[in-house]
């Protein structure tokens, strides 16, 4: 068999070096796919990240889908047979999380690595920051790389459930469980903060210098610090019936 003459970046050829990879002829053109569509199916879960051109959408399912066109998505196998949550891109490579402490990185999107988590605890969310990842999960699992392949387990300080992490500026924080929020300056050491409810809170943004921390469909905590927060109510979506 046969390939056409593959084009590799400056920053993937420094990516797969570091990783201990050596690029012979079409290494690139020989990695695995799966499926190709135009328009793949979307959910609510899927998180996407963006790097070396490519973007990546993971969506609570073992496979991941990379695109380079933003129209033609090609389903990838990521070598884990468990379900991938959540994805992010650092330092040249993307690093995607799951259950079971399935952890899986890639330079380019299409080509997938398993990783050595350090833990068996479901995976919700990760981010990079700070020049590091940072990940949560389950039973307030904390881990942290430099560069994604070595993971460190952090004291969290909680043995609640972590759903998701997000990092503006000079902070992390972190939201799960019964209201747990957490923050952290360098990614290594946290302190639980007051949320002020018990609910369960699933997800993390930050959207114009503001921390937003999801609960219900419309209720959401808000903190322009991750320490202080305050309740406010999203905009009810206009129906065909208003």
């Known amino acids: 068999m046969s390939y056409a003459p593959v084009q590799i970046s400056m920053n ?7 990783a201990g990879v050596v ?14 569509k135009t328009n793949p199916s979307t959910n609510m879960f899927e998180r996407t990240a963006s790097g070396n051109g490519v973007t990546v959408k993971v969506a609570r399912q073992p496979a991941i889908w990379s695109t380079a ?7 990838r196998s990521s070598g884990s047979p468990y379900r991938l949550y959540d994805v992010a891109f650092g330092k040249g490579i993307f690093v995607a999380v799951g259950n079971e402490g399935a952890l899986v990185t890639s330079c380019d999107g299409a080509s997938w690595s398993g990783r050595n988590s350090g833990t068996d605890a479901r995976l919700r969310g990760i981010v990079f920051g700070q020049n590091m990842f940072v990940a949560v999960g389950h039973e307030g699992t904390i881990i942290t790389s430099k560069d994604g392949r070595k993971w460190t387990a952090r004291n969290s300080g909680t043995t609640a459930r972590l759903q ?4 503006d500026r000079d902070k992390f924080v972190a ?13 290594t050491r946290w302190k639980v903060r007051s949320s002020g409810v018990s609910d369960r809170l699933d997800g993390i943004v930050c959207r114009d210098g503001q921390f937003v921390a999801s609960m219900t469909n ?9 320490i202080m927060w305050t309740e406010a109510e999203l905009p009810r979506q206009r129906s065909e019936y208003d």
């Open 164 to 167: 998701m992490v997000a990092f």
């Open 12 to 18: 993937l050829k420094t990516c797969f070096a570091s």
């Open 69 to 75: 066109n933003g129209l033609t998505w090609i389903e």
């Open 218 to 226: 419309r209720i959401v905590r808000v903190s322009t610090n991750g």
């Open 175 to 187: 939201v799960g469980w019964k209201g747990i929020i957490l923050t952290s300056a360098n990614g």
């Open 23 to 36: 690029l012979l002829g079409a290494a690139l053109a020989g990695a695995q796919s799966i499926a190709t």
